[in-house]
């Protein structure tokens, strides 16, 4: 390291530093390319230690749809229901979304969404946020709880699609944002990831350093300012978000003086294509369709040609060391659980594989792999451990036992879908659940009977205008599971109305709401303005969420000109089919041949 001359340089840098103080407050085996045309890999993420990542194949602008839809199973009240069984770290509580982001905060009281595929893999870079998410549509590929019975045995929740928000090259890592809180409330393990304004900080710092590095930069002296920047990175022990917003590197921080510090950390988030190629497991060998299987709902279907013994699908695991914890239980007279009455299980089970000997659950949770469904006579699928070389993939767990997946707090296992026989694009692929599978299904099927008034059943996404007021309803009812809502802000003292719609409002909290009249928009009657009625809280009934204020009972707060848009027509609470009693759930079945020994814990 050079010299710095004379005692007003050292002082300066002296100060220099203390200003810096103040601010940092596969596949490897030679392995034939299948599909050289992959749009969508998953491969080890560029940030350290962040496990498996996902990247796009191909150059994307902004606005493109990324990958396939995900599906997004609800998982209700799950800490009400496991509270004594889950003394092991439940690894879907670090994947799942709150139910409000995907429009199931109406749906549940409290729980979890968990969006299978895109939206749960995807890591996090503040620096470099590139998608979004979208909200899921709802249905049941034509299905109805009248006369299907399989409409309560998979999710209606669907086609959620990820976007770009920015340009993103091909073989960049996709990121999406957590929320800040997400890593604030685990900071101690995931350490101090900074925030944007961290990158803010670092972008005001970067200017005051470029000012003092000019400053004091002598011909006699050439590497004072790489020489400086490398005392500032080496010189704090300190993890604080602002240091770790720091550039990586003297080359980095001549970038981020230019672009800043956020987009200077653009180039370590690309890989090669020919490195996702090697090492990478593509993710769009499949894509998702109505299924040839009656009352299957969903399927999945080849997207090109898969040769026999190729990937079909990649399938990283949550693993689930107590199958109990996904059971539902019956209220007892004290309000609490009662254990002595399980009443079901949590609808993701369907989604996942176990043993009849074993309390371990496995959930794969890429999207195009939940498509998957059931034949035992001709399936041209299966599935097999990933290869040894698989990122997130270790061999040494198949060896220990259910204690030790109990205490690991980490995604480590991952199966293969792979093709039995050739697959032609467009083909459904299909794979064995097994005969225990297949014996409860049939066994379902035989004894399954409509539940009473399932024909007067409409979910509220099949609402179409015009909305009958509530006059109208007195002789032509709605079903007793639709709510309407609308946006709405009480105030103690605030004026009843009738106050004019502003479309600024659609950004105020949820009321729920009635419709007293209605007139269109134009002669042709292709759309309505209603006038509605804010509910006041002697009118609340179960089922319907209740604002945080609530409206005092006798009033009549009242809203005119409120377009279709503005209204939301919600289901009442546990009335979706996917809450309905009696409900068909079992796990697929691992062939014994591939199940761990070690894991045989009943």
């Not at 089922?543 to 009549?556: A, D, F, K, M, Q």
Request: proline letters at 6%.
């Amino acid at each position: 390291m050079a010299t710095a001359t004379g005692p007003h340089t050292r002082l300066n840098i002296s100060c220099f530093l203390f200003q810096c103080f103040i601010i940092a407050y596969s596949r490897g085996d030679g392995v034939t390319v299948e599909h050289p045309d992959c749009r969508l890999f998953i491969a080890e993420s560029t940030i350290p230690n962040a496990g498996l990542g996902i990247f796009t194949g191909t150059d994307l602008q902004e606005g493109d749809a990324v990958a396939e839809p995900d599906i997004v199973v609800p998982l209700p009240d799950h800490e009400w229901h496991a509270s004594e069984d889950t003394d092991f770290w439940f690894l879907w509580n670090d994947y799942s979304w709150h139910p409000a982001e995907v429009g199931m905060n109406s749906d549940m009281e409290d729980g979890h969404a968990l969006v299978i595929g895109t939206g749960c893999m995807p890591n996090c870079n503040f620096a470099l946020i590139n998608t979004i998410e979208s909200k899921p549509d709802y249905d049941h590929a034509g299905l109805h709880r009248s006369k299907d019975v399989g409409i309560s045995g998979f999710t209606g929740f669907h086609n959620q699609r990820m976007f770009t928000t920015r340009t993103v090259p091909a073989g960049g890592e996709l990121f999406v944002s957590y929320g800040e809180h997400w890593f604030a409330d685990r900071t101690d393990i995931v350490g101090a990831v900074p925030f944007h304004l961290n990158f803010e900080r670092v972008d005001k710092f970067l200017k005051k350093f470029k000012k003092m590095s000019l400053k004091y930069q002598k011909s006699d002296n050439p590497d004072f300012t790489r020489d400086l920047w490398d005392v500032i990175k080496t010189g704090s022990t300190y993890d604080t978000r602002n240091r770790n917003a720091l550039p990586l590197s003297f080359e980095d921080m001549q970038s981020a003086q230019a672009i800043g510090s956020a987009e200077s950390r653009l180039p370590q988030s690309v890989r090669t294509l020919e490195w996702l190629n090697e090492h990478g497991r593509c993710m769009d060998n499949i894509r998702p369709g109505n299924s040839t299987i009656p009352q299957a709902g969903r399927g999945a279907f080849a997207s090109r040609k898969i040769l026999k013994g190729g990937l079909v699908a990649p399938g990283p695991l949550l693993h689930i060391a107590n199958r109990t914890a996904l059971n539902l239980y019956d209220e007892g007279d004290d309000g609490i659980r009662d254990t002595t009455k399980p009443v079901g299980m949590q609808l993701i089970i369907n989604y996942c594989f176990g043993h009849k000997q074993s309390t371990v659950i496995l959930c794969p949770y890429t999207s195009p792999s939940a498509y998957i469904n059931h034949n035992s006579e001709s399936p041209n699928a299966k599935i097999v451990w990933s290869k040894d070389s698989t990122p997130s993939h270790n061999t040494d767990w198949l060896e220990e036992n259910v204690e030790f997946l109990k205490t690991t707090d980490k995604i480590g296992l991952s199966l293969d879908f792979v093709a039995t026989r050739e697959i032609q694009p467009g083909e459904e692929v299909l794979i064995d659940y097994g005969p225990e599978w297949e014996v409860a299904w049939n066994k379902y099927k035989k004894g399954w009977s409509p539940l009473a008034r399932s024909d007067k059943y409409v979910p509220a996404s099949m609402l179409q205008e015009p909305f009958r007021t509530a006059t109208e309803q007195l002789s032509q009812p709605y079903p007793d599971n639709i709510v309407f809502y609308c946006h709405y802000e009480y105030e103690i003292g605030v004026s009843e109305g009738p106050w004019v719609w502003e479309d600024e409002w659609k950004e105020l909290a949820l009321y729920p709401c009635r419709i007293f009249s209605r007139e269109a928009s134009d002669a042709e009657r292709t759309a309505y303005y209603y006038t509605m009625v804010i509910l006041n809280e002697n009118e609340l009934e179960y089922g319907i969420i209740p604002p945080l204020v609530g409206i005092p009972s006798g009033e009549n707060h009242i809203l005119t000109n409120v377009p279709r848009w503005a209204i939301e027509v919600r289901d009442k609470l546990y009335t979706k089919d996917e809450f309905l009693s009696k409900s068909f759930r079992h796990e697929m079945m691992m062939p014994n041949e591939i199940f761990p020994e070690t894991w045989k814990n009943l």
